[in-house]
Nanobody
Framework: QVQLVESGGGLVQAGGSLRLSCVASGSIFSIKAMGWYRQAPGKQRELVAEITNSGTTNYADSVKGRFTISRDNGRDNAKNTMYLRMNSLKPEDTAVYYC?????????????????WGQGTQVTVSS
């Protein structure tokens, strides 16, 4: 199984920056893509940014040009670390940010796909 641990959230003023980190450990060979999602109070969880194993990225329109997602697969492939650099933060970016890993593994002749989620980290942007 894959385990995800996030860090880097906090309180920042509008216009400021934060960097979130997510360390993936365990059966990381099954990870096909990783991403950041966020959930504000009273709203549904939404995709912020995602990155595939080949480095292809995708961003929500609301964060394009301000957020940058990246991954470091580590020297010995024992861990994957994903980052989210957030610049020019706005009060509407306030939410709990969750790390996600999309996994695919073949067991015999069956293909299993599943998501793993981190515990979430709070980001609060004051106006």
């Amino acid at each position: 199984q894959v385990q995800l641990v996030e860090s880097g959230g906090g309180l920042v003023q509008a216009g400021g920056s934060l960097r979130l980190s997510c360390v993936a450990s365990g059966s990381i060979f099954s990870i096909k893509a990783m991403g950041w999602y966020r959930q504000a109070p009273g709203k549904q969880r939404e995709l912020v940014a995602e990155i595939t194993n080949s480095g292809t990225t995708n961003y929500a329109d609301s964060v394009k040009g301000r957020f940058t997602i990246s991954r470091d697969n580590g020297r010995d492939n024992a861990k994957n670390t994903m980052y989210l650099r957030m610049n020019s933060l706005k009060p509407e970016d306030t939410a709990v940010y969750y790390c996600n890993a999309f996994n695919r593994v073949r067991v015999g002749d069956q293909l299993h796909e599943y998501d793993v989620w981190g515990q979430g980290t709070q980001v609060t942007v004051s106006s």
